[in-house]
Nanobody, 119 residues
Framework: QVQLVESGGGLVQAGVSLTLSCVAS????????VGWFRQTAGKEREFVTA????????GYADSVKGRFTISRDNAKNTVYLQMNSLKPEDTAVYYC????????????WGQGTQVTVSS
């Protein structure tokens, strides 16, 4: 079992940067791909970005490409989401997830952290 805890969310103004962290416990995160997803009230959870277990491969949703960067530190069992040039439409609860990734999905999910971007 892997337990994931997100942190770093908050209320910020448009244009600023924010970094989210996803810390794993229970098992080493280095065995898993990790993704970030987000969800707003009344909408389905959407993919934001993902990183392979080694960190060699990443993918981004078009809406965040060029603004968000995912990275990982396996020694710290942590994955980061650097969010730059935040927009009000980035407002959501952000979740990290760990698993095989891709079409295999993610077996483990955190509880989420709220990011609110004011205009």
């Amino acid at each position: 079992q892997v337990q994931l805890v997100e942190s770093g969310g908050g209320l910020v103004q448009a244009g600023v940067s924010l970094t989210l962290s996803c810390v794993a416990s229970g098992r080493t995160l280095s065995s898993y791909a990790v993704g970030w997803f987000r969800q707003t009230a009344g909408k389905e959870r959407e993919f934001v970005t993902a990183i392979s277990w080694s960190g060699d491969s990443t993918g981004y949703a078009d809406s965040v490409k060029g603004r968000f960067t995912i990275s990982r530190d396996n020694a710290k069992n942590t994955v980061y989401l650097q969010m730059n040039s935040l927009k009000p439409e980035d407002t959501a609860v952000y979740y990290c997830a760990a698993g095989l990734g891709g079409r295999y999905g993610y077996a483990y999910w955190g509880q989420g952290t709220q990011v609110t971007v004011s205009s």
